[in-house]
């Protein structure tokens, strides 16, 4: 079976790690086309990667007829408009978060895929694919603790760019406990309110930072997230189970932990996301690449557990009753269409 052709649009900081991911450590794959509106950055990525080019037009780079599939990397308000290209197309395409970045296009996306009847969009949480949440989810799933009752989290930055404000904290860290949540307990989010401690006076001006985002679903369970971007210490995510016969946490990065003097002990905290979730975004482009190259289904349980459009639009609908109640400082309702509604959803 010949390599998977996959154009990359948009290499930056984290459409570059894909790069070199899928040309040195992914089976079954070569980088034929690369993308980026900084076309001087797009050539210096080429020139890494033997026999790939830079195609300049994104949507050229989607339809190029030496490209199999597509991984986008560009900015979120981009996507929309780059989904429905790959779509139109028939290309399967792995899309970073956000699936779109409004619940309307999101929708959009959604029901534009099913009228196709085959699942081309995987969105990346790449979460879903870290061991231990894999772990924590098949230890819920065989019962062994009961019902589960409440998730903590915690997801920590040292630092975050300029441009960050407090929405984004909801739509680009607290997105991903919202996948989180829905992956682990298999029920959507009924509403969340985002609580606003006293802002840490070394984050940027203006910005809300810590925020405390509580979660519910509509069984009742409980789910609170610690958000905190500007700690200046390193990159943490914990998730803690707390069920009906016992409780469970990963993400204490125990693999070495340290006792010295005078009375210290300690471990190294991973500087960013692409340290801490290396190993998960591995096992996800090579899952990704593996089911579209065997022909099946991104989100089929035939072969990947991808998250799908639908996970997408179900995280954007969760951060915008986040942002609503950011600004109200109430718990919002999060307002979905009901999943049957959309045939082959």
């Known amino acids: 079976m010949s390599d998977l052709r996959v154009a990359v649009l948009g290499v930056g900081v984290m459409g570059a790690d894909h790069v070199e991911r899928l040309s040195t450590r992914i089976a079954g794959v070569k980088v034929a086309v690369v993308n980026d509106f900084i076309e001087a950055r797009a050539e210096e990525v080429a020139a890494g990667v033997p026999g790939c080019r830079v195609v300049s037009d994104p949507l050229e780079a989607i339809a190029d007829p030496d490209v199999d599939a597509v991984v986008l990397a560009t900015p979120g ?119 606003r401690p006293t802002p840490n006076p070394g984050a940027p001006e203006g910005i809300q930072d810590p925020q405390i985002a509580i979660m519910k679903t509509p069984s009742g369970k409980h789910v609170d997230v610690e958000l905190f971007v500007t700690t200046g210490v390193g990159y943490e995510v914990r998730t803690e189970l707390v069920a009906e016969k016992g409780t469970a946490m990963i993400g204490l990065e125990v693999g070495l932990i340290r006792k010295g003097v005078p009375g210290t002990w300690g471990g ?12 998960a975004y591995d096992i996800e482009f090579q899952r990704w690449v593996a089911a579209v190259r065997h022909g099946i289904a991104t989100g089929s349980d035939d072969y990947t557990d991808g998250p799908t459009a639908w996970d997408g639009y179900a995280a954007a609908a969760v951060c915008a009753a986040g942002v609503e109640s950011l600004a109200s400082g109430r718990p919002v309702e999060v307002k979905m269409v009901e999943r049957a509604s959309i045939k082959g959803a």
């Open 77 to 195: 308000p981009t996507h929309d408009k780059q989904l429905l290209a790959c779509l139109e197309h028939r290309k399967p395409v792995l899309c970073e978060k956000p699936l779109t970045t409004d619940v309307d296009s999101a929708l959009d996306v959604v029901r534009r895929e099913a009228e196709l009847g085959v699942r081309l969009i995987q969105v990346g949480f790449m979460r879903r694919f870290d061991p231990e949440y894999a772990e924590l989810k098949t230890l819920i799933g065989a019962g062994e603790f009961g019902q589960p009752l409440v998730l903590h989290c915690v997801h920590r930055n040292a630092a975050v760019p300029p441009s960050f404000d407090s929405t984004i904290i909801v739509k680009d860290s607290l997105v991903h406990e919202v996948d989180v949540t829905r992956f682990l307990f298999d029920e959507e989010i009924a509403s969340v309110h985002i609580l």
């Open 268 to 279: 190294a905290i991973a500087p960013d996301f692409r340290v801490r979730f290396g190993t």
